[in-house]
T-cell receptor, first 111, second 115 residues
Framework: SQQGEEDPQALSIQEGENATMNCSYK?????LQWYRQNSGRGLVHLIL?????REKHSGRLRVTLDTSKKSSSLLITASRAADTASYFC???????????FGTGTSLTVIP | GAVVSQHPSRVICKSGTSVKIECRSL??????MFWYRQFPKQSLMLMAT?????????EQGVEKDKFLINHASLTLSTLTVTSAHPEDSSFYIC???????????FGSGTRLTVV
């Protein structure tokens, strides 16, 4: 990808379980964002974490950022079938405004 | 919240024709907008950065004469796929944000099919 990799590429869990997705990136960043995309649709912004932050919460979402390892994780707790979607991390390099996406994780939550 | 409108949502065109896609920021001004393309089951690839009042900045490997970008106002950027071919069939999506402290808002995307 242009900037980052995500793993796993695909994740299938039972409803109620937690889902963890990881993102690694290549260069220093200003911030990292997570987005969700339902099949064939546009992207929805989930959460933004700045480079000087280590953890952030929003509802059932928990994001961590480790700038020393150039990695981030997205945890979705108590998953629901409606969480089924692709999840992407995206970063903007601290040398410009360009915004690059990771490879994405396809999450399937089985009812 | 910030809203980005993209039009059309779906277009089918014949090989050799040109297609224009519009991206509008509805409730904020955007000096910069970004254009991405996405192939099925793949991530979004940044194509170019659209700059209001100046030339767009293209990513490596993106043909600027093929994908014409115009950002004539603070609320509108257009992407024109010129002389489209079947391999240009893809999902194109734009994004912008009201300021540096905001997340990016994406348009709903345009699915282009070239036949």
């Amino acid at each position: 990808s242009q900037q980052g990799e995500e793993d796993p590429q695909a994740l299938s869990i039972q409803e109620g379980e937690n889902a963890t997705m990881n993102c690694s990136y290549k260069t220093s960043i200003n911030n990292l964002q997570w987005y969700r995309q339902n099949s064939g649709r546009g992207l929805v912004h989930l959460i933004l974490i700045r480079s000087n932050e280590r953890e952030k919460h929003s509802g059932r979402l928990r994001v961590t950022l480790d700038t020393s390892k150039k990695s981030s994780s997205l945890l979705i707790t108590a998953s629901r079938a409606a969480d089924t979607a692709s999840y992407f991390c995206a970063t903007d390099k601290n040398t410009g405004n360009q915004f690059y996406f990771g490879t994405g994780t396809s999450l399937t939550v089985i009812p | 919240g910030a809203v980005v409108s993209q039009h059309p949502s779906r277009v089918i065109c014949k090989s050799g024709t040109s297609v224009k896609i519009e991206c509008r920021s509805l409730d904020f001004q955007a000096t910069t907008m970004f254009w991405y393309r996405q192939f099925p089951k793949q991530s979004l690839m940044l194509m170019a950065t659209s700059n209001e009042g100046s030339k767009a900045t293209y990513e490596q490997g993106v043909e600027k004469d093929k994908f014409l970008i115009n950002h004539a106002s603070l609320t509108l950027s257009t992407l024109t796929v010129t002389s489209a071919h079947p391999e240009d069939s893809s999902f194109y999506i734009c994004s912008a944000r009201p300021g540096a402290n905001y997340g990016y808002t994406f348009g709903s995307g345009t699915r282009l099919t070239v036949v």
